[in-house]
């Protein structure tokens, strides 16, 4: 089974889109092993999209990605990073078919609604930076 991690980010929760979310996860029967909100530190925000660091968006996001709580989840699941990633859409809302979270609801280019591991190895990572030694 593996595991990755989900967070809904601040416009998620800003336009009251929790429920619809989390609801589209149940529907396709994966687990939720563990959830909880938390406001973002400014580190581990820096820590988490160090990645895109170079791009000019990245202060815009760190700032928004601090800007207010957000809700942060561990699923499990066979092949569950390939299923979220699917159900989640592409990175832009532009590019994310309808169906997909980002494709029913996206409306801005970083503020995209959700993050989804996208590998194994980051889902882990991710997984210890946002819950410690779960």
Do not use: C
Not at 6 to 22: A, F, H, N, Q, S
Not at 76 to 103: E, H, M
């Amino acid at each position: 089974m593996e595991r990755t991690l989900v967070i809904l980010k601040p416009d998620t929760l800003k336009r009251k889109l929790m429920g619809e979310i989390i609801s589209r996860f149940e529907r396709k029967n994966f687990t939720i092993v563990e959830m909880k909100m938390m406001t973002i530190q400014l580190q581990t925000a820096e820590e988490h999209y160090k990645h895109i660091k170079s791009l000019s968006i990245y202060d815009d996001m760190i700032r928004y990605f601090i800007s207010s709580p957000v809700i942060v989840m561990i699923l499990k699941g066979n092949n569950i990073i390939q299923g979220v990633r699917n159900l989640v859409g592409k990175t832009s809302w532009l590019d994310s078919a309808p169906g997909t979270i980002r494709g029913d609801f996206g409306s801005h280019t970083y503020q995209n609604l959700i993050h989804a591991s996208d590998s194994v190895e980051n889902a882990e990572i991710e997984i210890k930076r946002f819950f410690g030694g779960t």
